[in-house]
C-alpha cells in the first residue's frame, strides 16, 4: 500500500510537471540565498520557505515561496476540502493532506528544486514597498533553520564556522556568512515594515500560550508560557505581506468570486464590557468605539509595561471584545466593499495564501492567483508587450498597481475568463459555500486544540498531583474571587462561602475582602450539613502537607508529603498565613491540581495556598 501510494504520487508530480513545468517558470536556483525557517523539532510540519537578494540598487528584495501544491490534489482534493484544514495538539498533527504530500513531495527541502508561486517586493532603506513581482517559479532552499538558529543570528550570538563542521548544513553556491548577513538584513527590513504597520492602525494582541514539556516516555512532565521571539516576527510579517499582496490582486481580477478573509470591528457591548472591566481595575481606557480602542491599546502596554502579568491580563480581556475572523465571497458583499476589510490588521483587503499544505482556502487562492498570472501573460502577449522572456516587466494584473483599464477591456475580460476555465476558479456560489465550510472547521479545529490542551494540562497535574502558581486577582465577591492563574494563563473561580473553619469579610465600600479561620476546632465532614463544606476544600494548608481532592464529599484523600514538591514552582509566592486581605489585582499564591477524570470530564481545581 506504501509503495502503491508513492508511486501514485510520483506519477501525479510527473504529470504536473510535464503539464505546469520549469519552461514557463522563473528560475530562482542560482540567483539567491534561500533559507528555509523550519519550527523547533517539537513541530511535525515544515513552514513556507522565505528568501531575500541584493538589487543593484544596494535594496533588499523579498521573496515570499509557497510550493505549488494546488494543482497536485487530483485524486486528494476532495478530501481536503472535507478536512479543510490541519489540526495541531500536542505531540500530534492532524493533517489535511497525507505527509507524502504535506512532509515530501509539496515541501521545501534544502537542495531539491521545487516549483513554487513566488513574490518578490522591491523595498527603499525605510521599509516601504517600491515594486511586486508575482509568478510562477523553480527555486532550490539552501539550508533550513530553525526559529532559535534564526534568533541566534538576529542576536547576533551565532557563530560562523568556515569550516562548515557546525551550522545548519548547506547546498549549492553559498556560505554560511552569505545566510547570516542576509538574515539579519531581512530582520532588519521587516522590524520596519511591522513599525510601518502598527502606525497605520493594525494592532497585535499576543495571548500567551501554553507550552507542554514531555518526558521520555511520553507524558507531560512540566510546562510554561510561550513567548515569540523575533525570528517569529520576521516570518510572519512576511507572511502578512504575502496574503495582503495576493488579496489585492485576485479581488480585483475576480471581484465576484474571490476567496478572502475579513475581521469586524469588534460589538459596542463587547467594547463597554472590556472598558469596564479596565475601569474597575482603576485603569482609565476610552474603548467607545472600535476607532479610539486602537488609539486606547498602545498608551495601555505603555501604561503597564512593568506588570506582564497585568498586561496579559488585559490583552486577553481584549481579545474578549474581538470578532472572530472569517472566510467569505467578495461576490457576497458587492457594494459593500468597507465591509471585506480586516480590522486587526487595520487593511481593506485580506485572504490566505502562505499555507496551501495546511489550509484547503489556500488552495482554492492558488487557483485564483494561477488564473490571473496567466490571464496577465495572454493579454501581454495579445498586446505584445511583454517585457522580457521570463516574463519580467511592468506588470498589468499583478504588480503594485492594478491596470483596471486593461481588466476591463475585451482582451483583458477573455483572457481573464479563458483561465479561469483552465484553472478551475470556481464560481461564486461554490466560494461562498466553501468559505462557509471553512469557516466552520475552523472553529472545530480551533475547539479541538483548546479541548487537547486541556487534557494535557489535566494529565501534567493529576502526574503531578498538585502545582503551586502566583495569581492575580481579577474580581472579589462576598462568596467567591476570580483569579488569573500565572504559571498556565486561565481563570479560575474560588467559592469559600459556608465553609467550616473560615470566616469571611466582604467590605463592598472598599472592595476588600478578609479571611481568616476560626480558632475552635473543625468538625469532621461527617458532621458537616449538606452544604457546608470544609476549609480544605478551598484552601491548601502547608502545616500538615494535606492535599484534599474535593470531588466526593464523603471521602478525604491524604497524599505522602513528596506531593508537596516544589518542583518547577521556583518562582510561586511562599504560602501566606491568616488572616488574608484581598483586593482586585492583588497577588495570592494558588495550588492548582485536577479533579475528576475517571468516569466523568476531567477539570482544573484552584485553591488558596496558605501556612
Partial sequence: MQSELQTSLQSLCLVFQMHHGRSLRRNMRPERILETLAPSQSILHLLPTWMMHYLSKGYPKKNSESASTSLMFQGLFLEARIRSTSVYIPQHKLPMLPPELSEQACSLVPGEDRLAFSISWDTDDTGNITGRWIGRSVIRSCCKLSYDDAQDIIDGGFEVDVSGKTGPKLHGQFELKDVVDSLRSLHGITKKMREIRLRNGAFWIE???????????????????????????????????????????????????????????????????????????????????????????????????????????????????????????????????????????????????????????????????????????????????????????????????????????????????????????????VVSEVAAYCNERKRAGKHVEQSAENVYLCALLKNKEVMFSDARVLRVGSTFMTVYINKFAIERRIYFGEVEGLTVEWIRTTGTLVLDTLKTKPLKRSDLSEKCRVIEDVVLMMSHCQIVTPEDKNECISTAPSSCNRESNATATAPLRFPLVIRVLSTIPVAVHAVGGHDGRARIVARLHMH
Fill in 207 to 429: 495571548i500567551p500560550k501554553i507550552v507542554f514539556l514531555f518526558d521520555e516516555s511520553g507524558n507531560p512532565c512540566d510546562s510554561l508560557l510561550g513567548v515569540r521571539k523575533e525570528s517569529s516576527f520576521l516570518v510572519e510579517e512576511l507572511m502578512l505581506l504575502a496574503n495582503r499582496s495576493v488579496a489585492e490582486v485576485i479581488s480585483k481580477a475576480f471581484p465576484g468570486c474571490a476567496l478572502l478573509r475579513r475581521h469586524a470591528e469588534p460589538r459596542s457591548m463587547k467594547l463597554k464590557e472590556f472598558e469596564e472591566f479596565c475601569r474597575k481595575r482603576g485603569l482609565e481606557l476610552d474603548a467607545s468605539s472600535s476607532g479610539k480602542l486602537h488609539l486606547a491599546l498602545p498608551k495601555m502596554r505603555e501604561k503597564v509595561k512593568t506588570d506582564p502579568v497585568l498586561l496579559q491580563i488585559l490583552l486577553a480581556r481584549a481579545a474578549r471584545a474581538m470578532q472572530l475572523a472569517v472566510y467569505f465571497c467578495t461576490g457576497d458583499l458587492r457594494g459593500r466593499e468597507d465591509e471585506w476589510a480586516h480590522y486587526g490588521l487595520s487593511i481593506p483587503l485580506y485572504t490566505h495564501f502562505t499555507s496551501p499544505l495546511r489550509r484547503y482556502p489556500d488552495i482554492v487562492v492558488h487557483r485564483t492567483l494561477a488564473a490571473v498570472v496567466e490571464a496577465e501573460e495572454a493579454y501581454a502577449e495579445k498586446r505584445q508587450r511583454c517585457a522580457a522572456s521570463d516574463g519580467i516587466g511592468n506588470r498589468c494584473f499583478t504588480g503594485l498597481y492594478f491596470d483596471e483599464e486593461a481588466a476591463e477591456s475585451e482582451e483583458g475580460r477573455e483572457a481573464l475568463v479563458c483561465a479561469a476555465v483552465r484553472y478551475g476558479v470556481p464560481a461564486s456560489e
